[in-house]
DNA sequence: CCACCTTTCCCCACAATTACCCACTTGCAG
DNA sequence: CTGCAAGTGGGTAATTGTGGGGAAAGGTGG
């Protein structure tokens, strides 16, 4: 499931965030009602509850002899949360994960293809500043998103 | 049975950890009552009973002229407990265990395929330092992780 | 075989957190 | 102006997590 659009949102002081209404109608359209979320690369990850079940399923064929992957899975697949929105639209973000993106007041969520993030606003403006400097000035990087289509 | 999230709690002088509470609960569910500890990788492994039960199956099978497998079976199997959950949800740990893991005040539970994982705070912190230095830092394991569909 | 000490089990009680309501505000559409 | 949907805030009841007391069980030394 492919989400769109940026929105910024107070997360209060019960650690409750609102997801974007087209996010959720989306979800309840294609017949499902939660959506998974876990800590990666400094901010939240949220998926469809259909497309965790297919990351839970591959995270479960790596093998427990792979120390590295498994370190990995320990992360992931422990910061993993089911998150059933409220009858307002909102769902609990657990303090372990609340802390680890940062969240504390103002938030933002993006659209991602099969996912969305949850960023602090602070991250995710610094992450903006990243993204002009080392992004757009790489030449080689630019030609390969030009080739993207774009 | 897949677990997943991550869970802080405090070992008490006695022993005694609770047990996330989705985690009981899909044990119940399940129609199962009790969990299987043991000591592996610097943590406790903790096992729904029916997935003990497959683990010391395939563990019986091991012959016992391979001495280096042998060795694994003594420690794996020396290691484990049955564990019953008490009215609150906790579980004894049992000193051998305890002191193996380095389990003293606070405690971290980790749900992974199979199994969840009881570290102690320290150690676990540890453990993700070394991740993000090992495993993040690794462009081919990167690549690997996104294959995973992430 | 008994007395003693330690560990484990089974309660109860309290604190903290979470789930489930309902209410208010704002912006947009009819 | 009215009605609806979206976003925010708060109250209360239920669940979850923590600590401790005392009885039962188990182990050890005499």
Redesign the pocket.
């Given at each position: 499931m492919i989400f769109r659009g940026r929105?910024?949102?107070?997360i209060?002081?019960?650690?409750?965030?609102?997801?974007?209404?087209p996010f959720r109608?989306r979800l309840l359209e294609s017949g499902q009602d939660s959506f998974f979320l876990t800590n990666f690369s400094d901010c939240l990850y949220g998926f469809a509850a259909d497309d965790w079940a297919g990351i839970e399923e591959r995270l479960s064929r790596v093998p427990s002899t792979d120390r590295k992957k498994n370190a990995f899975v320990r992360f992931f697949l422990g910061g993993a949360v089911e998150a059933?929105p409220?009858?307002?639209?909102?769902i609990?973000v657990?303090?372990s994960l609340r802390s680890y993106a940062g969240l504390e007041k103002e938030v933002v969520i993006l659209g991602m293809p099969n996912r969305f993030e949850i960023w602090s606003l602070d991250r995710w403006q610094q992450e903006i500043g990243r993204f002009e400097k080392e992004v757009l000035e790489d030449r080689e990087l630019v030609r390969e998103i030009s080739d993207l289509g774009i």
């Open positions: 929105f910024e949102y107070t209060d002081p019960k650690g409750r965030v609102n997801i974007p209404a109608e059933v409220d009858k307002q639209g909102r609990l657990p303090p």
